[in-house]
């Protein structure tokens, strides 16, 4: 008898993991009908109802103004997808102040948007075209820029505050402004991704992480006029606090007229524990860590944190700086400390940059295997205001230097 019941309860338990298990085999797929911005609403709408899944674009082109991405979504853009946005501002949605303040370059229109959502992705090797220049006046270029524009130019992705975000495979080209502005989000995979973009647009940074927590991003490649990485920790009002961390990148091609990679700004919170490695880079400059008082907030003197960042294989040429950490005098960051840069190969004009002020001293850094090629125009290396700076094995055109050259 206590056999018999003993199998029972086991067969019961069996039927319950059988079913729980198919129904969680079970996905929600659903391929667009249409070729409008609406018909992607609609299924991403129709597929968040049903509890999630995936949502297929096939190959052709939609023409869209703004798509928000829903939680436990997945829009998956088949080869030959092709999405067009609108060539106007008021095409698009502007993201609403109450979930997110910070405005850049005084605009919160987006194309494709998230907040408070949970495992989002956006996968495929469709395109995604934010039609740039269509915000521009093409017909003035001025050194080699054109002029910006008095409208609201839009992102093409900003999600704030969502956890567990997939970006895989697709092309982001030609933002009319920022490309990506993930804010306070966590667990974040970045994969084989492209953004490309004229090189005479500004302010089309590739992805700022403001504020985010847990990123991986790896084999990816960016070609933008503005800076292709940066990573942030904006404070929409002064007793906030802001803490962007735990970041790695690898693998990853960056090509920018103005920053390889950027690291903050002067008014920024904390930003700490990144790693970067195996990156080649070309462009204007390659590492930026410079804290400017253009970039200050009103009445505020900084308020940046940065420490414990590491960049491990970097290769590229540049026309302008490698690698450079200064603040300006009158910016007092709260620290800069813990900086380690190893395994550099670079052409450049400025190989090395580390400049302090009065006010402060920068902190830690360290250098190994740093080697730099110059032009016989390029610039000396500068070190001042600089607590403790460690050199192995650093050259510039074959010629070994020490923390006195």
């Not at 080869?79 to 949605?93: I, P, V």
């Not at 505050?161 to 933002?175: A, H, I, N, W």
């Not at 990485?229 to 906030?240: D, F, T």
């Not at 690898?250 to 008014?267: F, H, V």
Request: proline share 4%.
């Amino acid at each position: 008898m206590k056999t018999t019941t003993f199998l029972k309860r086991w067969i019961c338990i069996i039927i319950v993991l059988t079913l729980a298990g198919s129904s969680c085999s079970r996905i929600t797929t659903f391929r667009v009908k249409g070729h409008s911005g609406d018909d992607i609403q609609t299924a991403i709408d129709r597929v968040y109802a049903k509890g999630g899944g995936v949502v297929i674009v096939p190959k052709g082109q939609y023409d869209v103004g703004s798509i928000q991405l829903k939680s436990k979504v997945e829009l998956h853009l088949e080869k030959g997808a092709y999405l067009l946005g609108g060539s106007r501002s008021e095409d698009y949605y502007s993201f609403p102040e109450e979930i997110c303040q910070i405005r850049p370059e005084r605009s919160s229109k987006v194309l494709l948007y998230a907040y408070d959502a949970n495992d989002i992705a956006v996968t495929g090797e469709g395109t995604i075209d934010g039609q740039g220049l269509a915000f521009f006046d093409t017909t003035q270029v001025k050194n080699g820029y054109f002029p910006k524009p008095p409208v609201e130019r839009p992102r093409m992705v900003q999600f704030v505050r969502c956890e567990g975000v997939r970006l895989q495979g697709v092309t982001f080209k030609d933002s009319p402004c920022w490309t990506m502005l993930l804010r306070f989000c966590k667990n974040i995979e970045v994969e084989g991704i492209s953004i490309i973009a004229d090189q005479r647009m500004i302010n089309n940074d590739g992805i700022d992480f403001d504020g985010c927590a847990h990123v991986r991003v790896k084999d990816s490649q960016f070609k933008t006029c503005d800076d292709c990485i940066v990573l942030r920790a904006m404070r929409e009002y002064p007793s906030q606090s802001v803490v962007c961390e735990d970041i790695l990148v690898e693998d990853c091609k960056l090509d920018s007229r103005c920053q390889a990679i950027r690291l903050g700004c002067p008014s920024d919170d904390t930003i700490r524990d990144a790693l970067f490695t195996r990156i080649e880079a070309s462009g204007n400059n390659g590492i930026v860590a410079d804290f400017p008082t253009r970039y200050l907030d009103r009445e505020d003197e900084g308020y940046m944190d940065i420490h414990d960042i590491v960049v491990d294989g970097f290769r590229g040429s540049f026309t302008g700086s490698a690698l450079q950490v200064v603040s300006e005098p009158g910016v007092k960051p709260r620290r800069v400390d813990g900086l380690i840069f190893r395994n550099f190969d670079v052409n450049c004009k400025r190989p090395l940059r580390f400049i302090g002020n009065p006010g402060y001293e920068i902190g830690t850094v360290t250098l190994e295997d740093f080697k730099a090629s110059i032009a016989t125009d390029g610039d000396p290396v500068i070190v001042s205001g600089c607590n403790h700076l460690n050199l192995e094995r650093v050259s510039v055109n074959g010629q070994s230097i020490s923390p006195a050259s």
